[in-house]
């Protein structure tokens, strides 16, 4: 096991994991969407209208292997998925309305639905590592907003504490625009390698790891809630989410236009959302 970007930025551990050169990968899935289309509708804001509907979506095992199989060609597949939370805002300034954005300078992830989301929400995007020009890493972020250079950022509460982000912006706001999960992605020559049995043994082993990471993230992100509020004197803020929806809402129709791949499996996200709004 290699923690910490050891062997590189997640897009190269990817690479690696292409080639066979490391087996697995735990990646999220905007590095994902270079090399499948059907990935980028995680970015598309307010996906998903509660954490219910999001972890029905991804425990449905039949209908997510078809998700994972889409990256074949590329040379390897998701195996399973973990829970990342919610991908909020925070900076140097209270968020609680929209209007709040104005102006501001917000880091994202390297996702050209995650730069649309904060224009429309009235902000300026400086993404992570996009396009031309210097990439702006997590590690950058801290020294960023230390000096100015960018306002806040966006994801969820670890950020705060695991990256020290709480001891430099001060007010997290939960307006849930992304649950965007991390994926366990494997090199497809190898689980193409194993017998019948033992890929099994694989799939059962993968699912009982997002078990577990499920309880340990809702631990995790309560721990670090705890920390950033007592230790660092991080506040957080509870915002009229929808207020912050109808901003973006649009970007639903236009994703939707430009990448086909994405249509059947926003559908059937749709029904889910339908399903348990109604209770059934």
Sequence with gaps: IFPNEILGSAQKAIELTQTGAIDFVVAGTANLETFADVYEI?????????????????????????????????????????NAGTRNFYGKSPIKTPEDLKGKKIRVQQSPASVAMVTASGAAAAPMSFGEGAPMGFGEVYTAIQQGVIDGAENNELALTNNKHGEVAKYYSYNKHQMV?????????FLNSLSDEDYQIFKEAAALSTEVELEEWEKSAEEAKRIA?????????DVDVDAFKQKVLPLHDTMLQENEKIRDFYDHIQEVNQKVKGGE
């Design 181 to 189: 999960p991390d994926m366990l992605v494997a090199n497809l020559k």
């Design 229 to 237: 509020a007592e230790d660092m004197g991080v506040e957080f803020i």
């Design 42 to 82: 995680f970015s598309m804001p307010y996906l998903f209208d509660s954490e219910e509907v999001y972890k029905a979506v991804m425990q449905d095992t039949d209908y997510m292997e078809r998700i994972y199989e889409s990256t074949d060609e590329a040379g390897f597949r998701v195996v399973t998925w973990y």
